[in-house]
């Protein structure tokens, strides 16, 4: 259910005006009229002034503000303050302040600082949101509900009494008996066999490393008892106001670790996404395409909104470069193309206190007189060009495998090497993928792949035998596999699939792995083959042995020379592609050969600076570079100034045209 106002995409971001004197909320207003703002979050962390003390409301000062809005034709999103408990709380009952894996009590000062399974705090959060709901359940601003602020970040994991408590009692539910815990935990090994459930612990701070199967269940039940928090919130909402809906917004899809958003999706009316650049990365668009990517996934396809991201710089990198002439137009329009129906700040006015005061905002420190609100006004005017994209969907032949419990076990302790990583993996082929103009869809291991050309699986270390089945029969009726090393290597619990490595994947991929061979660090070893013959690859090296897969690229140097680095199994319609390490050079000319084998078509020869997506009947050209770049075969009208196009259009640098399909006159 997405929010029926405003019409169009959705302009504008998190506001705070309780931190400004009243007339600066004129001026706001005005402002917003100015650019075109037609939504904005309010009351994000304001429940020491809705109850300054425990049961009295007031929500008076609120009113005004909501009032206003509403007369200059701005919607609210109205927000539950619960990512701030307000200081009267933690005073009365310090048990909710949460508690590190180290052991320390945080304290109050920062935000997040309650632990989502401490009764004082649930029951607050109950009372607190009903009392909001009900005061607002009539009021025609208020368009849609957005509760608590980015679960999982900073507060992941919490370790103190209600916690344990709490976790004994997910154990008991998960697994009736404790033998059955036992044994999922491999508990006789180094002798933590467990009699009852009051002996089990959090897996707190040990002197060695804790069991990697206790730690992976703590990790699902933390980000369940986040998701219970939320929900408690949701049902009150959806009793008092049945048509609201419903969100709270994820803290980045690619970069919140501790949320497994295919859980956290299924819970919302609408998924919303915030995502921040990293600042010094020279292609961060690439990140942002890919957070972009994930939310739409999580999202079912379905139109999601960008509740967060910034204007220009944020203030909390080591280094906070502000955003160039014409960056935050194309960041804002990359969502918009790959399926976002709104473009939100955090925040509308820069703060001048607090911790976030270098954060950048919609109005900066220096004003309007700035190129920075002349940009925002500017952008305004380029989404109500584009309100007609509202509610279309982007298609994707090529999808990428993304699990968290996954992401989670990969990175626990003790595994071969400290250079594999999740989103190493991941990043290398997303922008290998990005830079071929191919939009990506992530799909969970458990997902419906049929309606894709080409799955890839990069560091799928945790596979369900289920999952495994479901790649095996996708290839089977047709499908390009693409696996990358050190997948399907263990089931749920963290415990090694029978027989030789990969134990879920040997008969799909047609091949067995007789000994990791990790390389030193910065160690790089040759590659046979390739359009240059000069490809190397670093991190991993393998023993493979073909059982019915075909090599196609070997080993040329290092502990597998003469060995297999890339095969292919053909098995029934498709083929299963294996990769055993991981390309410094190579990798795109490599996925090009599984796409063209695949039949995915794309732009040949075009520059990987300008990003290409189609949504619905329009075509989203970027260009991120610093020359201007021509496209071939573009048919339509362009949506910021009207021309007509029929064959090539030339975006200049760090543009970005916008060609819907138009009939012929
Ligand atoms: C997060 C939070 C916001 C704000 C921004 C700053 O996304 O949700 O409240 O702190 O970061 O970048």
């Given at each position: 259910m997405y929010p029926e106002r405003p019409a169009g995409i959705a302009f504008g971001g998190d506001y705070?005006?309780?931190?400004?004197?009243?007339e600066v909320l004129e001026e706001d207003v005005a402002l917003m009229r100015e650019a075109g703002v037609n939504l904005v979050s309010l009351g994000m962390f304001a429940w020491a002034l809705m109850?300054?003390?425990?049961?009295?409301?007031?929500?008076g000062w609120l009113d005004e503000i909501v009032d206003r809005l509403h007369e200059a034709g701005v919607a609210v999103n109205l927000a539950?303050?619960?990512?701030a408990p307000p200081a009267w709380l933690v005073a009365r009952h310090p048990d909710v302040l949460p508690v590190t894996r180290e052991g320390t009590r945080i304290g109050f000062?920062?935000?997040?600082?309650?632990?989502?399974?401490a009764p004082a705090f649930l029951e607050a959060t109950a009372r607190l949101v009903r009392a909001l709901g009900e005061h607002y359940r009539?009021?025609?601003?208020?368009?849609m509900w957005h509760v608590h602020?980015?679960?999982?970040?900073?507060?992941?994991?919490c370790y103190c009494e209600h916690s344990v408590a709490a976790w004994r009692e997910w154990l008991q539910l998960k697994y009736c008996d404790i033998s059955a815990l036992n044994d999922a935990w491999g508990a006789t090994f180094w002798g933590q066999?467990?009699?009852?459930?009051?002996?089990i612990d959090a897996?707190?701070?040990?002197n060695t490393v804790v069991n990697p199967a206790q730690r992976l269940d703590y990790a699902r039940f933390s980000d369940g008892e986040h998701r219970a928090h939320y929900a408690l919130q949701r049902d009150i909402l959806r009793e008092l106001t049945p048509g609201i809906p419903v969100t709270t917004n994820f803290a980045g899809t690619v970069n919140?670790?501790?949320?497994?958003l295919w859980r956290w999706a299924r819970e919302l009316d609408v998924v919303a996404n915030d995502h921040y650049l990293?600042?010094?990365?020279?292609?961060n668009h690439i990140d942002l395409a890919m957070s972009a990517d994930l939310a739409r996934s999580v999202a079912g396809g379905a139109p999601w909104m960008l509740m967060e991201h910034s204007a220009g710089a944020v203030n909390w990198q080591p280094r906070n470069l502000a955003k160039r002439p014409g960056e935050m137009r194309r960041n804002s329009l990359a969502h918009v193309a790959r399926g976002s129906d709104s473009v939100l700040f955090f925040q509308f006015r820069a703060s001048r206190?607090?911790?976030?005061?270098f954060h950048s905002g919609l109005?900066?420190?220096?004003?309007?007189?700035?190129e920075q609100w002349r940009e925002v006004v500017r952008l305004g005017a380029d989404l109500r060009g584009l309100?007609?994209?509202?509610g279309s969907r982007v298609r994707a032949e090529v999808a990428i495998v993304w699990d968290w419990e996954s992401y989670w076990a990969l990175e626990?302790?003790?595994?071969?090497?400290?250079?594999?990583?999740f989103r190493e993996r991941v990043d290398a082929f997303y922008e290998a993928l990005w830079r071929e103009h191919i939009t990506v869809d992530f799909v969970h291991?458990?997902?419906?792949?049929?309606?894709?050309r080409v799955v890839v699986a990069p560091s799928s270390y945790l596979l369900a035998e289920a999952s495994a089945k479901n790649l095996h029969r996708y290839v089977e009726a047709g499908g390009n596999l693409l696996v990358s090393y050190?997948?399907?290597?263990?089931d749920e619990h963290d415990t090694v699939h029978?027989?030789?490595?990969p134990g879920a994947l040997r008969e799909l991929l047609g091949l067995s792995i007789e000994e990791f061979h990790p390389l030193r660090e910065h160690e790089t070893v040759a590659l046979t083959g390739?359009?240059?013959?000069?490809d190397t690859a670093r991190i991993w090296s393998e023993r493979v042995r073909p059982a019915g897969a075909v090599p196609?690229?070997?080993?040329?140097?290092?502990?597998?020379?003469?060995?297999?680095a890339f095969t292919r199994h053909d098995l029934g319609a498709g083929t299963a592609w294996y990769l055993a390490t991981a390309p410094v050079t190579g990798l795109r000319e490599l996925l090009a050969g599984v796409l063209d084998h695949a039949g995915v078509t794309r732009p040949r020869g075009?520059?990987?600076?300008l990003e290409l997506v189609r949504r619905g009947a329009h075509t989203f050209l970027i260009n991120h570079g610093d020359d201007p770049v021509t496209v071939e075969g573009v048919t339509g009208t362009?949506?910021?100034?009207g021309v007509r196009h029929d064959g090539p259009v030339t975006v200049p640098p760090g543009a970005v045209v916008v060609v819907v399909e138009t009939p012929r006159p």
């Open positions: 705070n005006p309780e931190q400004w004197p009243r109850e300054p003390s425990e049961g009295r409301y007031e929500f539950t303050p619960t990512a000062g920062g935000r997040q600082s309650a632990c989502s399974s009539d009021h025609p601003a208020v368009v602020n980015e679960y999982g970040a900073p507060l992941g994991e066999t467990y009699g009852d459930w009051p002996e897996p707190r701070l040990n919140c670790k501790s949320a497994d990293k600042a010094e990365r020279p292609d206190f607090g911790a976030e005061k109005v900066p420190h220096a004003g309007t007189d700035s309100a007609e994209v509202r626990l302790d003790w595994r071969p090497s400290v250079d594999l990583t291991p458990s997902a419906d792949f049929s309606g894709y050190f997948s399907g290597i263990v029978p027989g030789a490595h390739g359009g240059t013959g000069a196609v690229r070997n080993f040329a140097a290092g502990p597998d020379a003469g060995h297999p075009l520059s990987d600076a362009s949506v910021f100034d």
